[in-house]
T-cell receptor, first 112, second 114 residues
């Protein structure tokens, strides 16, 4: 079935550093979503993107909807310890408005 | 602060036993989703409902899994009989009709089948 590949798989960074991660698909998506999951909790929606080329920010987080509509990017600036978690991209494959496909996840660790 | 609630948070059971997981969606959300998360498969959609009617359960093993919404405030996911390979975290999520791409997840039920 549809798969969203995320890279990197994991990241170990120091507090204060900027982070970049991406998500790619073999087919076109009309919506891209970014979620964060902390240990023992469900994913929490961070940013939603609806238009190719769109750039949206939420605090220190910025996400972009790739112009090919087959990829999306998430940047975190000036990372802090509470940024630790797994970041998932997700989207409804074309024609399935409600069914989300989730990416493989990027695990972020922040050291002091 | 509206949230999706799930019970139990943790469940340990023996193979062959029936397991029932419950979810209370956010008030006013009429679309409810059940997901399963494992290390190997990641997050997978099992089934979803709109206005309490099942719309898609193609991700669910039909022989042992069943999902229902007895009323607008309760969704259930039942496994009977349970097997060790069912061990996973099961999440419920809810959304408003027309905004079903923005789903709000519950804290999950961690199921361990011995």
């Amino acid at each position: 079935g549809q798969q969203l590949n995320q890279s990197p798989q994991s990241m170990f960074i120091q507090e204060g550093e900027d982070v970049s991660m991406n998500c790619t698909s073999s087919s076109i998506f009309n919506t891209w979503l970014w979620y964060k999951q902390e240990p023992g909790e469900g994913p929490v929606l961070l940013i939603a993107l609806y238009k190719a080329g769109e750039l949206t920010s939420n605090g220190r987080l910025t996400a972009q909807f790739g112009i090919t509509r087959k990829d999306s990017f998430l940047n975190i600036s000036a990372s802090i310890p509470s940024d630790v978690g797994i970041y998932f991209c997700a989207g409804p494959p074309t024609g399935t408005a409600s069914k989300l496909t989730f990416g493989t996840g990027t695990r972020l660790q922040v050291t002091l | 602060d509206a949230r999706v609630t799930q019970t139990p948070r943790d469940k340990v059971t023996e193979m062959g036993q029936e397991v029932t997981m419950r979810c209370q969606p956010i008030l006013g959300h009429n679309t409810v989703f059940w997901y399963r998360q494992t290390m190997m498969q990641g997050l997978e959609l099992l089934a979803y409902f709109r206005n309490r009617a099942p719309l898609d359960d193609s991700g669910m093993p039909k022989d042992r899994f069943s999902a229902e919404m007895p009323d607008a405030t309760l969704a259930t996911l039942k496994i009977q009989p349970s097997e060790p390979r069912d061990s996973a975290v099961y999440f419920c999520a809810s959304a408003r009709s027309g905004s079903t791409d923005t789903q709000y997840f519950g804290p999950g039920t961690r199921l361990t089948v011995l």
